[in-house]
Structures are given as C-alpha cells and as structure tokens.
C-alpha cells in the first residue's frame, strides 16, 4: 500500500520542516495513526508531490520533514463546474466526485428554483481537499462564494465555452416541453468546439499539447426542477452558450454532474 498523501499549502523543497495545523494533525495523527519516522507523501500545485516523514508528534501538534520530490506539478485542464447548490448531501457528492474528475474550480450559482441557498465554504473545501489526496491530483478545485445566475453570466469571457444541461423542449404545454426545441447531444457540441483545429493539426499534437491547448470550458449543471422559462431564454440568448442534451432519462442533479463530466473529460479533457 503506498502512503497516505497530503496537501500543503505551504512551499515544499528538500529538507523543509513544515508544522500541520489542528485538522492535518488530526487527520495524519488520529485518523491515519502515523508515528514520527512514518512516511507520507506530500503535494500542491506550485511543487508537485514530495516524499516526506513525520518529523515531530506532541500534544502540542505535528510537523512533517519533506525529503525528495516524486512528480512534478501537474495541471488538471481549465474546466469550471457551475451548479445550483441542492440538499446538503447530493452538494457534499457533487463537490466530492468533480474533484476526482478534475474540475479546476466549483462556482455555485443561485437559479430560481435553487432550494438550498446556504453553503458552506469551509465543508465543502475540506471535501475537496480529502478528494484531491485521494485521486492523485495536485491541487484543490477553487470554490467560490454563491452567487445569483445572472451574476455568474455578468462579465463572462466569451472565449470560455459554456455548456449548461437542459433536458426541456420549447413547448410550454408538454410534460418537459414536449419534443420541439430539444437541445443537441453534448458529445456532439464537444465535437463542434474541437473541429477548430484541422485534420493536419490534430494529427501532429501530442496528447500532451491536446491537452494544454484545449480552450477553456464550462459546465452549467441547474437545480432539481431544471431551469425557468426565463432562465432558458437567457441562457440561449448568449453568444458563448451551448444548451446540451444528457439523453433520453431525466437525471438528478448529481448524477447529471457525474455524467456530464465523464464525457467531457474523455471526449475534450485529459482521459484522452
């Protein structure tokens, strides 16, 4: 079993002593029960990951000696997760499972049918960052604090491709809004935004460069309900958004996270 990884936000180079604080004690003394001499490995995204020891273990606290570096930092790709906030345990899965897809920051927004308006910041970054130990990451997403739709939208950069589910036609009187209006599939908005590059092109990148050069994304992901009339017109009428299809089951927000990010990181992302 190799050993336990934990994020630093602290510089890291060799021989560096570097003191945890109260929950990183907790957490490397009482949950994972190391002792001084006991190896870890130790990571951000300025430094990479570092093999380290425990240094020192007091009541007082514990303080960690980084030896060697293993890997050198690594960026997940520039990919935003913008979500209405839901019921506090489908957010805790949310935060959690776009972190192991490499979703570099979280933005949560306020839709018109959001039905939990409270988030904690602090909850939600200590998932995260037990996330990003666990998947081999570098670093945390960046979660920012909640702000309305419109906010969010206000200011865009329109070089940043917005993909937002929604899984309603344009007819008002129908279950869903019928069949009429129905949003393309999102691998087939994926291929569109890809097919920037030539043949040629494509041809002669490394998966490294693919990676490195794909245009910054966005996923918008709304709340139980779906989004309002009003919110879709808003929404269709920006040049830099792309309404997308997630099939032909309606899918709770959390699942629709799950799914959305796992094409887009095969099809766009750094599964390639």
Known sequence: MSDPRLLIDQALSDGAEIALDEAQTRHVGTVLRLEVGDGLRVFNANEGE?????????????????????????????LDLLFAPVKRHATDLIVEKATELGVRRLRPV???????????????????????????RFDAPEISEPVSLARALDGWDASRLLIYADEQGDETSAPWGGQRGRAPALLEILGRSKARLTPGERHAESVEARRDSAPPLALLIGPEGGFTIEERAMLRALVFVRPVSLGPRILRAETAVIAALSVIQAAWGDWR
Not at 110 to 136: C, F, G, N, Y
């Open 50 to 78: 570092w093999r380290a020891k425990v240094a020192a273990k007091s009541k007082r606290g514990m303080s960690v000696r980084v030896e060697t570096q293993l890997r050198p930092p690594r960026a997940v790709p520039d």
């Open 110 to 136: 306020i839709t018109q049918r959001t039905i939990a308006e409270t988030v904690r910041l602090d909850r939600l970054s200590a998932i995260a960052r037990e996330a990003a130990e666990q998947t081999e």
